[in-house]
């Protein structure tokens, strides 16, 4: 097989999770896996000058009705969660903790925080709410509440968030297949491209 495809995203990037409806489904159709990697997108935010979109005017007026239209055309649930953005340091941590014992368990996590998040606007701030998640998949709560102070779970987050930066990672979802890079949910067509050799 292929080398797979790197999907980076931010758990708070509402296109993100737009995204997890089909990446996975296009990789396989090519014969290839996605390695799905979270990264807290402020910090890169920092680097370039920018803003969350739906902090930018006119941009955020046009995101906050874009998402959920798209949602609907993907058939995925969708509500505007009354925190957001939100720093997703708590989900981001503990996917990299299940990473590291299991990588399918650690992409059904993020789907389901994914889901919880924007699909029914449940708060996703709070270790005690990832740990919830996290145990509806059979991991209890109190092993993720312990790895979520893990320094080097933090590390790892960290790093991982450093690492993508330096590659150019500077939105959510990011994608790189086979050395070509590319930003943004409605890239994903650009991608299959890519995979079929166009």
Known sequence: MSSPIEFYFDFSSPYAYLATAGIDALA?????????????????????????????????????????????????????????????????????????????????????????????GRDMTTPEAVADVASHLGVPPAETLAALQDQAVKDRLKAETDAAIAKGVFGSPFFFVDGESFWGQDRLPDVARQLGGA
């Open 28 to 120: 396989a159709k090519h014969h290839r896996n996605v390695t799905w990697k979270p990264m807290m997108l402020g910090a890169a935010l920092k680097l370039t000058g920018n803003r969350p979109l739906v902090d930018v005017p006119m941009k955020g007026e046009y995101t906050r009705h874009d998402v959920p239209r798209t949602a609907k055309h993907l058939n995925l649930p969708f509500v505007w969660p009354e925190k957001f953005p939100y720093a997703a340091i708590a989900p981001s941590r503990a996917f990299y903790w299940l990473a590291t014992r299991d990588e399918t368990k650690a992409k059904l996590f993020a789907r389901a925080v994914f889901t919880a998040y924007f699909g029914h």
